[in-house]
């Protein structure tokens, strides 16, 4: 049912996504995606768009037979492909550019992973959330440093701020689902998500690439002899204080 998060930063940016979802079951392909390498590589084309293997060395600190080597490994699996030169970009016209793929993409349930599968997905996970986990520090500290120093003009007057420095819309809460319903309510999260998808040609000027996450996991159950908490959790609405 679930998606899990190493293959969502797969859906490129700015493109709708036209087939329907496919499930990662086979295990050279979760292997191949796993490499952490990979994921950094694939993160940084997710968030910043075609790259070749040059740019990602040098943004990734790596040399370039590593990244050619690891893009040859995801286009192999379908994970990205070459793309034509885009027309802004510098440098010469023999070099390769690449994309990730957009696309749906799932893994099996827990419940039909084999032992194999379960490590490369422990694996897999652990490397997702930790450069989640990054991004959004490197964001915090970018906003932070936006807010301290601010553009001043000649006069030394403190010019306008970054109205993007309030886009952090954040919640938390607790609702009582059957299965089936969390099943449903995860569909209509991803098509939420495909709502606002389009290709680059229809985004508007001032459009940003918004990294989003989904993550639901039932409550652990309350210890034995423990009363049981029938009172729904509060839900912490964006900019709210969650204490």
Do not use: C
């Amino acid at each position: 049912m679930a998606q899990e998060p190493g293959a969502e930063p797969l859906v490129r940016r700015g493109e709708e996504t036209s087939r329907g979802p496919t499930e990662l079951s086979d295990l050279a392909t979760l292997k191949a995606l796993a490499q952490p390498r990979r994921q950094r590589m694939l993160q940084h084309l997710t968030v910043h768009g075609p790259a070749t293997s040059a740019t990602l060395a040098r943004a990734l600190g790596l040399n370039t037979g590593a990244t050619s080597y690891h893009l040859r490994e995801l286009a192999r699996y379908g994970f990205v492909e070459e793309v034509d030169r885009p027309a802004e970009a510098g440098g010469h016209g023999r070099e390769r550019w690449w994309r990730a793929v957009p696309g749906d993409r799932r893994f099996p349930p827990r419940s039909r992973q084999s032992p194999e599968m379960r490590l490369v997905m422990d694996e897999l996970n652990h490397h997702a959330y930790a450069a989640d986990l990054e991004l959004f520090e490197q964001m915090q500290l970018q906003t932070q440093a936006q807010r301290q120093l601010r553009t001043r003009g000649v006069d030394g007057e403190v010019g306008e701020a970054d109205p993007w420095v309030d886009a952090f819309p954040y919640s938390r809460g607790s609702i009582r689902l059957t299965l089936p319903e969390l099943r449903a309510f995860f569909e209509e999260y991803i098509a939420l998500l495909n709502r606002y998808k389009r290709p680059e040609v229809d985004t508007p000027p001032g459009a940003r690439t918004v990294l989003t996450r989904f993550l639901a996991f039932p409550a652990p159950d309350a210890a034995p002899g423990a009363a049981p908490a029938n009172r729904p959790a509060p839900h912490d609405r964006p900019g709210s204080d969650p204490s």
